[in-house]
């Protein structure tokens, strides 16, 4: 184990009197404050939680940020420096008031969520303490826990820590990945009385080349969101066409002379239940496929795509099934399943969810391709195949440009109050509480 102190940059006298006199004016005279929120990891918004944190936020507006954003960013490359924070691109300079008055603190955690190493884009975290005079309060200093390094490269944080005092007009600054505590505030005078509050600006600069990853939904949700809010770009949402001729009879010959070489797919059960299904690998002439049908899929969707997958040969066997579901949102938007070759008993559907709210049942032939938009429609075949074999090609495109993510439909069904496709524990906050105060158990 190898303990390593937090570095951390402090400046005093950072705003001018004059500067820190205006701050005080803007935050006393205009500033509406809120409860401070807590988000917890995987979690898009944050939640009031009086056992983690106490203390009150408000926007720091253009006003109140004009005294802080040149002096910041002329500081940006000795800070980094300073606190150990590689080179980044900045983005976005988050920033907000915070108000800590008698009894307000903030119990250890990392600006990008509670563990070391969480993802974010926040990189550098600033806090600037202001407060009036005489200063009416103690405590609420500013503590960095040491980390810890296993030998395994595991990061932790240690029980021992220093302190940063809250001094008015200093600032700090530190790598968004520290473990920091705010101790409680005690106030010497009557609540709300000059000078016992604890204020700060505070805020983070964002590495703008950082991607946020996706939320942790479970399949049922994923699903509902992707089919409400994952954008259109046909009447239907599908269709059967025919499989161009010369496709087709390369596919088949290909399928014949490589039927003897499978192996079992390294499927996800969660999905395929019924067992998972043989797999014939054409990785090596898959893309030359997908190319030479591109301009089909773009025709049907009109919109120019680029490719993302060529998947299979898949082989379902008999009594196999798939759960219906949505594919990948960030790459799997417009699909096709090029059906080869089946030795079934009984015609075998697929069922898929079109873009009129109807589950549709679908039985291709061979030499026969579904075309269909497959991170908007659900889509399956929950019946067992009842023959011994059933062989398609999976094709994936996305449209040029596109960026849709999971996150982007959670916002969007949370911004709508979606309660009836999202499960209570991702309702926005305001809800949540409202079922709570209802005494509903199923929110807690």
């Known amino acids: 184990m190898t303990t390593t102190p937090v570095p951390f940059l402090v400046i005093e006298d950072f705003l001018t009197a004059e500067e820190h006199a205006t701050l005080l004016r803007l935050v006393a005279g205009d500033a509406e404050f809120a409860p401070a929120t807590v988000t917890k990891p995987g979690a898009v918004g944050g939640d009031v939680d009086l056992t983690q944190r106490r203390a009150a936020v408000a926007d720091a507006d253009d006003a109140v940020f004009e005294l802080f954003e040149q002096r910041l960013t002329a500081l940006l490359p000795h800070a980094r420096r300073e606190v150990g924070v590689d080179r980044f691109v900045v983005g976005a300079v988050e920033r907000q008031v915070t108000a800590h008055t008698d009894g307000d603190f903030f119990s250890a955690h990392t600006d990008i969520g509670d563990a070391i190493g969480a993802a974010s884009s926040r990189r550098l975290s600033y806090v600037y303490y202001f407060n009036q005079s005489p200063k009416a309060y103690e405590g609420g200093e500013l503590l960095f826990f040491d980390h810890v390094v296993d030998g395994d490269g595991n990061r932790s944080h240690a029980e021992t820590f220093q302190v940063v005092e809250p001094v008015d007009n200093s600032i700090v600054f530190f790598a968004s990945d520290a473990v920091h505590e705010v101790r409680p505030v005690r106030a010497s005078g009557e ?208 449209p040029v440009g596109w960026s849709l993510t999971y996150r982007q439909l959670l916002e969007q069904a949370q911004a709508d109050e979606a309660t009836d496709i999202l499960p209570p524990e991702l309702w926005p906050p305001h809800l949540r509480e409202a079922k709570e105060r209802a005494g509903d158990p199923a929110s807690r």
Not at 222 to 240: C, L, N
């Open 191 to 398: 609540p709300g009385a000059p000078g016992t509050t604890r204020y700060t600006v505070n805020g983070w600069f964002h590495d703008a080349a950082y991607v946020p990853p996706e939320p942790d939904l479970d399949p049922a949700t994923r699903a509902a969101i992707s089919q409400r809010y994952t954008p259109a770009f046909t009447e239907t949402g599908f269709a059967v066409v025919p499989t161009p001729s010369a496709v087709r009879r390369a596919l088949r010959a290909l399928y014949e002379e490589r039927i003897g070489q499978v192996d079992t797919e390294d499927g996800d059960e969660e999905y395929l239940p019924s067992g998972l299904p043989d797999f014939v690998s054409i990785d090596d002439v898959g893309g030359m496929f997908q190319f030479a049908l591109q301009s089909l899929h773009e025709d049907w969707c009109g919109v120019q795509l680029e490719p993302t997958a060529a998947y299979g040969l898949r082989v379902y066997r008999r009594g196999q099934t798939l759960i219906p579901h949505t594919d990948r949102v960030w790459t799997h938007v417009i699909s096709s399943i090029v059906h080869i070759a089946h030795d079934t008993d009984a015609p075998w559907p697929l069922t898929i969810v079109g873009l009129d709210g109807v589950e549709h049942k679908v039985f291709l032939e061979e030499g026969q391709m579904l075309l269909y938009e497959s991170a908007r429609c659900p889509h399956g075949r929950p019946v067992p195949l009842d023959g011994e074999g059933y062989c398609s090609l999976f094709l994936h495109y996305r």
